[in-house]
């Protein structure tokens, strides 16, 4: 397998430097239990350290919560202005309808109004208020309470000194909608995130859903007649979905994977570079209580990836489709009355109002009627394909729709004391939304965790309950990797219903003890598959409705597999076996292609062997003869910024998989589920499909006016401070760990999504843990922020920053600031 050497940049001074500080700490200079020793400052104080990165230490959660809201409002304060605009429904009035919300996990998905009447009409229903007056574990702990207090003082604390019209980021500067906010704010935002695995796929269904005869406000088509067909079309609208959504890597290696350690952690979100999905990393600490450092979705004033002295996890995104569908029979004559076991209900319609900026800036009211059932929201679209409200209508059931628990997970998982302690406190919360957990241990223990909120479908009630066109759905997604398994179940029963289990946290969720788990000492990993594989010497098993088995692994999947194996035999060209702080950056900035190792080489030979040079496309001849040594020339496979040939090989390979999953294309060697790492494989470069897409890909490039040979930064780049960045990586369907995902944004070629807070940990037997971590796009969306680009250009050169955890390691930094919020 070829690859390149793209060294991780942890010099050998720096990791010197480590080894001093963790001695010093081993001996006791500073303390390295769950914080340090003694009692807190009696004010929250906030030690700023390189590139920003805030230490925040309080004497109890509340002035913890503050220190952080007061941080991270200074970092993002327009940020996060928005995201409380879009949970209080009120982006219409002060932006207009036909502007664009990012409500779920993608940017731009759904307009201004329909953002609001979704979010309104969790408002008029008191969902979050109704849940915070829960007890725990539905409820907020006490300590997630005292946190989000002290949260919206700090950050109402940074907005009085500031001033509206004196913030720096002229994103907001001025604006109207900049407000002091309330703990239901935060709440609220927290509820949105814990949501928006089902509102890409169903929020314009629902706001958009009126009976037959009434004035939609979207007008349906009829879909296809075939059970078939409708779950074709939904099945590839929502791998098309999940491509271009965020995802990750995580890779958790056990005692036997690293060299000098005992367990080592890497975590590698892919998240939205932009808005209320950004990452902001802190560390915070309350003495004899916790220290835990790491990231969270801004906002949270608690570690959602990250590490204490114990234990370091992460989280993957799952193919667990939070959602399901009840398919209910209406009545021709009167269609919001619909069939539950031979008798006729009728529907609950709700107004929904809100308020709308008009063309001549006056402020004028939309109001809407959204109909339910007793299974949920009524839905007329899913994902973009037309499910019209005729003979039947279907009802959307959201496993999210009421679990606050994830913020009880989130921070009893800051404490954890090693890899079963964080099984049973995602057992006991059942709080993870969407999301795998993977974790390492001081004990040396690797872990993959599936166990989250899960709909309630064993495979006995998928067989009894599933519509026709739900079980084509439920599992044609066997055929494409990474695509959850979304159900259609028969409203016309209603023990159809997701039913209860005594073991599980709330009503219609999965039994956790049903849930894959694994732990391993030499090493364990996710990206964006189901758990089947967490390590391929111990295949998982598990209810359908997670995932599927025996089927093919994304060529991201397989490079994470490989790599971590070569890496811990020693066959992977580098010295000695196991893993290091220095081979683990390798891993992720190696930018390795796996679809380069699988196709390249044929790919090549068939270049060779075109008569004359000529491929026919769309009536156009294109010559490919000079492609032939470009891609020739390629032998490293990769995607750093001065790899030549990766750009020509990405849009080929664009081309021919045409939206589809590897398992399409012409492979001379099927898939095999007894070697599912290794196959499928041999592409048939005969196949008229692969000259075709060859062509398209050397015609598109020259219609681009990008010379064949282009290094991959004269056109993966951002603009930061009139400063354009070259980025490295590339799109996951070419098998590279380190996704980057450019598009459009405002007018201009950016990340979209793709590596965004990227950490790595190590334990040793004694000693703090060791960390290294890069935020892609840096701490601060503010352009004036010194922080804006900082870490973006270290990402650009494949570098990393070594954190600080201890007392004496915070105090030794020479850029340190403090803060105390008096």
């Known amino acids: 397998m070829a690859r390149r050497r793209y060294r991780a940049r942890l010099p050998m001074a720096v990791l010197a430097a480590v080894a001093v500080m963790s001695t010093s700490a081993a001996t006791g200079s500073t303390a390295t239990g769950a914080a340090a020793a003694g009692p807190g400052p009696e004010k929250p104080t906030i030690r700023y350290t390189e590139y920003g990165i805030p230490h925040i230490i309080a004497s109890d959660w509340e002035g913890l919560g503050t220190g952080y809201g007061y941080a991270a409002a200074k970092d993002n304060i327009c940020t996060l202005a928005d995201t409380y605009l879009m949970v209080d429904a009120q982006r219409s009035r002060h932006l207009g309808p036909e502007g664009r919300a990012s409500p779920g996990q993608n940017q731009n998905t759904t307009t201004n109004l329909n953002s609001d009447l979704y979010f309104?009409?969790?408002?008029?229903?008191?969902?979050?208020?109704?849940?915070?007056?829960m007890p725990a574990p539905e409820g907020p702990e006490p300590k997630v309470e005292e946190?989000?207090?002290?949260?919206?003082?700090?950050?109402?604390?940074?907005?009085?000194?500031?001033?509206?019209?004196?913030?720096?980021?002229?994103?907001c500067r001025g604006a109207a909608w900049v407000r002091p906010i309330t703990e239901l704010d935060v709440y609220r935002h927290a509820h949105a995130e814990i949501i928006m695995g089902s509102a890409d796929a169903l929020l314009d269904g629902q706001v958009n859903a009126?009976?037959?005869?009434?004035?939609?406000?979207?007008?349906?088509?009829?879909?296809a007649s075939s059970p078939e067909k409708t779950a074709a079309k939904i099945r590839d609208a929502m791998a098309v979905s999940r491509q271009q959504s965020m995802g990750s890597n995580a890779l958790a290696v056990g005692s036997q994977g690293v060299s000098g350690g005992t367990s080592m952690m890497l975590a590698n979100p892919h998240f939205p570079w932009q808005g209320k999905n950004r990452m902001w990393q802190s560390q915070l600490t309350i003495p004899g209580e916790v220290n835990v450092s790491g990231a969270s979705l801004l906002g949270f004033p608690a570690v959602n990836i990250g590490?204490?002295?114990?234990?370091?996890?992460?989280?993957?995104?799952?193919?667990?489709?939070?959602?399901?569908?009840?398919?209910?029979?209406?009545?021709?004559?009167?269609?919001?009355?619909?069939?539950?076991?031979?008798?006729w209900e009728r529907m609950t319609s709700q107004r929904v109002e809100v308020e709308v900026l008009k063309p001549d800036g006056s402020l004028g009211k939309v109001t809407r009627t959204l109909w339910s059932t007793r299974y949920g929201p009524v839905t007329t679209s899913m994902q973009g394909v037309p499910l019209p409200w005729v003979v039947s209508a279907h009802a959307v059931r959201d496993v999210n729709m009421h679990n606050l628990r994830a913020l009880n997970t989130w921070f009893r998982l800051d404490r954890a004391k090693d890899v079963h302690d964080v099984v049973d406190i995602l057992e006991a919360t059942q709080g993870v939304p969407f999301f795998n957990t993977v974790a390492s241990d001081r004990k040396g223990d690797a872990l993959y965790a599936d166990i989250q909120a899960v709909p309630n479908i064993t495979d006995e009630h998928a067989r009894s309950c599933l519509t026709e066109t739900g079980k084509v759905l439920f599992n044609q997604s066997l055929r494409l990797p990474n695509t959850p398994p979304v159900s259609i179940l028969d409203g016309k029963r209603s023990a159809c219903d997701w039913p209860d289990d005594p073991n599980a946290v709330a009503p219609g969720l999965l039994d956790p003890h049903k849930m894959p788990r694994l732990i391993r000492s030499d090493f364990v990993g996710n990206a964006n598959d189901s758990a089947w594989l967490a390590n391929p010497e111990q295949p998982l098993t598990f209810p359908r409705v997670m995932g599927d088995t025996a089927a093919p692994r994304s060529l991201r999947t397989q490079e994470l597999i490989l790599t971590a194996r070569n890496r811990i035999n020693g066959t992977d060209g580098l010295p000695g076996r196991g893993f290091t702080p220095e081979t683990m950056g390798q891993l992720l900035f190696a930018d390795n292609s796996r679809a380069a190792d699988l196709a390249l080489n044929a790919t090549v030979t068939m270049c060779q062997n075109v008569a004359f040079g000529l491929i026919l496309v769309d009536g156009t001849l294109v010559n490919v003869s000079e492609a032939c040594p470009v891609l020739a020339a390629w032998k490293s496979h990769d995607y750093t910024s001065d790899s030549r040939g990766s750009l020509l090989f990405a849009n080929y390979w664009s081309f021919l998989l045409n939206g589809q999953g590897i398992e399409k294309l012409p492979w001379r060697v099927p898939f095999d589920p007894k070697n599912p790492v290794h196959t499928p494989n041999s592409l048939d470069t005969g196949n008229s499909a692969v000259r075709d897409a060859f062509g398209r890909a050397v015609l598109a490039l020259r219609k681009a006016g990008i010379p064949l040979n282009a290094p991959l930064s004269d056109v993966q780049k951002v603009t930061r401070g009139?400063?354009?960045?070259?980025?490295?990586?590339?799109?996951g369907q070419l098998g590279v760990l380190n996704v980057i995902t450019p598009g459009q944004v405002d007018g201009e070629l950016d990340i979209v999504y793709g590596s965004s807070f990227i950490q790595q940990v190590r334990f040793t037997a004694d000693g703090p843990p060791q960390a290294f971590s890069v935020m892609a796009y840096s701490q601060s969306a503010d352009p004036s922020s010194p922080h804006y680009a900082d870490q973006t250009k270290l990402f650009s050169a494949g570098k990393w920053v070594t954190e600080r955890f201890t007392e004496d390691q915070i105090a030794a930094s020479p850029e340190l600031r403090i803060k105390v919020l008096n």
């Open 307 to 343: 590490y204490n002295d114990n234990v370091a996890w992460s989280h993957t995104v799952a193919t667990v489709a939070p959602f399901g569908l009840f398919d209910v029979q209406v009545d021709p004559l009167n269609p919001t009355m619909y069939l539950v076991d031979g008798a």
């Open 147 to 171: 946190a989000i207090r002290g949260y919206v003082q700090g950050y109402n604390r940074y907005l009085a000194e500031t001033g509206v019209n004196n913030i720096s980021d002229p994103a």
């Open 722 to 731: 009139g400063e354009r960045i070259p980025i490295h990586g590339s799109l």
């Open 210 to 223: 009126a009976p037959p005869g009434a004035s939609a406000a979207a007008p349906a088509e009829r879909p």
């Open 120 to 133: 309104q009409r969790i408002k008029d229903n008191k969902v979050v208020e109704r849940l915070l007056a």
